[in-house]
């Protein structure tokens, strides 16, 4: 099992930046794809970016393309979420998620199996 644990988050201007970390405990980090989600309040959790084991594919959201970049430091059990150009519609609570079973990068959140407590990111206007 892998614990994970986000940090980063904070009150930001609109146009600003931040970049989030999820470090995770244990020995596989290497075995697991990555990904981030996000939920606002009163709205479902969002798919935003994954990365595979060794952080040479990427996916993401449409509506962060461009704008956010995912990358992971597998010596340091790290994965981390660069957010730029940040806007107010991109507040909320952001997650990261680990896939123990697949190499590649996937948006369904059903796919991952341990999920960190989440940090939040409020983007004021």
């Known amino acids: 099992q892998v614990q994970l644990v986000e940090s980063g988050g904070g009150l930001v201007q609109a146009g600003g930046s931040l970049r989030l970390s999820c470090a995770a405990s244990?020995?596989?980090?290497?075995?697991?794809?990555m990904g981030w989600f996000r939920q606002a309040p009163g709205k479902e959790r969002q798919f935003v970016a994954a990365i595979s084991l060794s952080g040479g594919t990427t996916i993401y959201a449409d509506s962060v393309k461009g704008r956010f970049t995912v990358s992971r430091d597998n010596g340091k059990n790290t994965v981390y979420l660069q957010m730029n150009s940040l806007k107010p519609e991109d507040t909320a609570t952001y997650y990261c998620?680990?896939?123990?079973?697949?190499?590649?990068?996937?948006?369904?959140?059903?796919?991952?199996?341990?999920w960190g407590q989440g940090t939040q990111v409020t983007v004021s206007s």
């Open positions: 244990g020995r596989t980090f290497s075995t697991y794809a």
């Open positions: 998620a680990a896939d123990r079973f697949r190499s590649v990068p996937r948006q369904r959140s059903d796919d991952y199996d341990y």
